[in-house]
C-alpha cells in the first residue's frame, strides 16, 4: 500500500512511502524560476483501484465551514475542492492510501 501523509505544526510537513515504486521515476527539482521544489514519482498500483483519503477534521466554526464545503463538493459533477484549516502539531492530518500493485505497469 502506498501512503501520503500531509500535516502542519507551524509549517507544513509531508512525507510519501510506495512499495513499488517504477524505477527511474522517483525524484525532486527546484525550480527557482518559479520558485517552486516538485517532488515526483511513479507507484504501479492494480486496475482499478481507489484512493482513500481520510481528513481529520477541525473543530468549531472551522468544523461547521468543511461540512458545508463537504456538502457542496457532493452536489459537484466532477471535481472539487476542499479548503482544510492546517491543524498545528497533527502531522497526519490528511492522510491518502493506496493499494500496491504488483510491479508491472497497468495493462500488462
Known amino acids: ?6 500535516g502542519g505544526n ?11 515504486a517504477k524505477p527511474g521515476t522517483c525524484g525532486g527539482v527546484r525550480d527557482p ?7 515526483y514519482g511513479v507507484e504501479h498500483a492494480p486496475k482499478g483501484a481507489n484512493f ?14 468543511l461540512l458545508k ?3 457542496r ?11 482544510v484549516p ?4 497533527q502531522h497526519e492530518q490528511i492522510v491518502i492510501r493506496w493499494p500496491s500493485g504488483n510491479g508491472r505497469s497497468p495493462g500488462r
Open 73 to 83: 463538493a457532493a452536489d459537484q459533477k466532477d471535481s472539487f475542492t476542499l479548503t
Open 52 to 65: 482513500k483519503i481520510a481528513i481529520q477534521m477541525p473543530k468549531g466554526e472551522a468544523k461547521q465551514r
Open 33 to 39: 524560476e518559479r520558485g517552486i521544489h516538485r517532488q
Open 86 to 89: 492546517i491543524l498545528r502539531g
Open 10 to 20: 507551524g509549517s507544513v510537513n509531508w512525507h510519501v512511502d510506495t512499495r513499488n
Open 1 to 6: 500500500m502506498g501512503i501520503a501523509e500531509f
Open 69 to 71: 464545503e463537504l456538502q
